[in-house]
């Protein structure tokens, strides 16, 4: 934890010499999807400026974009009401035996748009699911008198 710590601190320095209200840490936005569907993501910081955010994520993790970067771009975006274009993301990717890598990450009106309709049709897809329709209420869990912790297998990162 120490050394990713320490490699937080060399690829974006920033984080830690924030300042409140302009700094957020552990931040969560929501939008409308449509009148039935609200998304709502967490973000590990924020720099908040009059008309832009910058979203940090920091993660073990490859820094390539992924599915939930677009959506937390998404749904940020439509939270503050901002233009695409104000949106930027950095993605701090660390990783268990190598150095962590800083990207930059862009945002722009088509990617938007393409995120928007990509959750639309996976929600709406979700929806008429057979296995998603006949489920009514949440699975139970394991109490921890009966969770078997060994029989979790390793996974190698």
Do not use: Y
């Given at each position: 934890?120490d050394?990713?710590?320490?490699e937080?601190?060399?690829?974006?320095?920033e984080?830690?010499?924030?300042e409140?209200p302009?700094f957020?840490?552990?931040t969560?936005f929501?939008?409308?999807?449509?009148?039935d569907?609200c998304v709502?993501?967490n973000a590990?910081?924020?720099?908040l400026e009059?008309?832009?955010?910058?979203l940090?994520?920091?993660?073990?993790?490859?820094?390539?974009?992924?599915?939930?970067?677009?959506?937390?771009?998404w749904?940020?975006?439509?939270?503050?009401?901002?233009?695409?274009e104000?949106?930027?993301l950095?993605?701090?990717a660390?990783?268990?035996?190598?150095?962590g890598?800083?990207?930059?990450v862009?945002?722009?009106?088509?990617?938007?748009?393409?995120?928007?309709?990509?959750?639309a049709s996976?929600?709406?897809g979700?929806?008429?699911?057979p296995?998603?329709?006949?489920?009514?209420?949440?699975p139970a869990i394991?109490?921890?008198?009966?969770?078997?912790?060994?029989g979790?297998?390793?996974v190698?990162?």
């Amino acid at each position: 934890m120490d050394r990713w710590i320490m490699e937080v601190s060399l690829l974006f320095p920033e984080v830690f010499e924030w300042e409140p209200p302009k700094f957020l840490v552990d931040t969560q936005f929501s939008a409308k999807l449509n009148k039935d569907v609200c998304v709502q993501i967490n973000a590990n910081a924020a720099f908040l400026e009059r008309q832009s955010v910058h979203l940090i994520e920091w993660a073990i993790r490859h820094p390539v974009l992924n599915w939930s970067d677009r959506v937390k771009l998404w749904t940020a975006a439509e939270s503050l009401s901002l233009p695409p274009e104000n949106i930027k993301l950095t993605v701090l990717a660390l990783h268990p035996a190598h150095p962590g890598t800083r990207r930059e990450v862009s945002w722009d009106s088509r990617q938007h748009k393409q995120t928007r309709d990509w959750l639309a049709s996976a929600l709406a897809g979700q929806a008429r699911s057979p296995v998603a329709a006949r489920r009514t209420s949440l699975p139970a869990i394991a109490s921890l008198t009966h969770f078997d912790i060994e029989g979790i297998p390793e996974v190698e990162i």
